[in-house]
């Protein structure tokens, strides 16, 4: 049913909506999409430093110590 809609569905489609809601209301519900898009964003980049912070901690140090660099 919707691959039958097209392009002038969709111009009516939005003149509906912007009629019912209004433009204030529409910005606003773009403004609060925009700021939960940003925040999830945010979520994931944070998320993936923990992780990357998480595999640095468990990273083993492989360099020789002092006296074993003197006896090669």
């Known amino acids: ?29 773009m403004g609060e999409v925009g700021k939960g898009i940003t925040a999830f964003k945010k979520g994931v980049s944070e998320g993936s430093k923990e992780l990357e912070d998480d595999k640095a901690e468990g990273a083993r140090d492989v360099t020789p110590a002092e006296d074993e660099k003197d006896k090669v």
């Open 1 to 29: 049913m919707l691959n039958n809609i097209g392009l002038p569905g969709l111009l009516l489609i939005a003149v509906v909506v912007l009629v019912l809601f209004g433009r204030g209301k529409i910005s606003n519900l």
